[in-house]
């Protein structure tokens, strides 16, 4: 059962470079997020996405974008990184809002 | 503003000694989740409340949910050092469009 997975689980970057930092889930779920978690701030939501094809803000966005092409893929993207993106990414899903949230490992990814 | 206030941040205790940790809002939640995330990993569901003086028991540890659906605690009774993790809180309101919004979680260490 490989739930949801995000690759890659390490990445370090020099301001200004880019990345795409990808989530695949296998149990079937519309709802699926990406969060970033920085130490004493818990979990922040970027952008999330209720189902194939559709994309929503969350909490703090300014800098990423996503795409949702697939159910199964989420997919976020640093199109000229910050130092202050420097956290760890959690990808997630769920069957609805509210329900049981199912995790990646996360990838640490610094930028130098 | 944190809707969701976790307390303590962090404790560090014996073996065998009890604890609580509390999660805390001026806001009515729906539902509310407790997570536990281990070093490296991502959170992991425990438990679910969903109805006002709930108390739900998963071994040594009991959840409460406030009569008024504003907080909610977690009661370990004689930890054991594999229940060290982070704690997190996790909540629906109107408050928050009804996406789920996470407390910053209480890292708890249980020393043998």
């Known amino acids: 059962n490989a739930g949801v997975t995000q690759t890659p689980k390490f990445r370090v970057l020099k301001t200004g470079q880019s990345m795409t930092l990808l989530c695949a889930q296998d149990m079937n779920h519309e709802y699926m997020y990406w969060y970033r978690q920085d130490p004493g701030m818990g979990l922040r939501l970027i952008h999330y996405s209720v189902g194939e094809g559709t994309t929503a803000k969350g909490e703090v966005p300014d800098g990423y974008n996503v795409s949702r092409l697939k159910k199964q893929n989420f997919l976020l993207g640093l199109e000229s990184a910050a130092p202050s993106q420097t956290s760890v990414y959690f990808c997630a899903s769920s069957l609805t809002t509210g329900a049981e949230a199912f995790f990646g490992q996360g990838t640490r990814l610094t930028v130098v | 503003t944190q809707l969701l206030e976790q307390s303590p941040q962090f404790l560090s205790i014996q073996e065998g000694e009890n604890l609580t940790v509390y999660c805390n809002s001026s806001?009515?939640?729906?539902?509310l989740q407790w997570y536990r995330q281990e070093p490296g990993e991502g959170p992991v569901l425990l438990v679910t409340?969903?109805?006002g003086g709930e108390v739900k028991k998963l071994k040594r540890l009991t959840f409460q949910f406030g009569d008024a659906r504003k907080d909610s605690s977690l009661h370990i009774t004689a930890a054991q050092p594999g229940d060290t993790g982070l704690y997190l809180c996790?909540?629906?309101?109107?408050?928050?469009?009804?996406?789920?919004?996470w407390g910053a979680g209480t890292k708890l260490i249980i020393k043998p």
């Open positions: 806001s009515v939640f729906s539902s």
């Open positions: 409340v969903v109805t």
């Open positions: 996790a909540g629906i309101s109107m408050d928050s469009n009804y996406q789920l919004i």
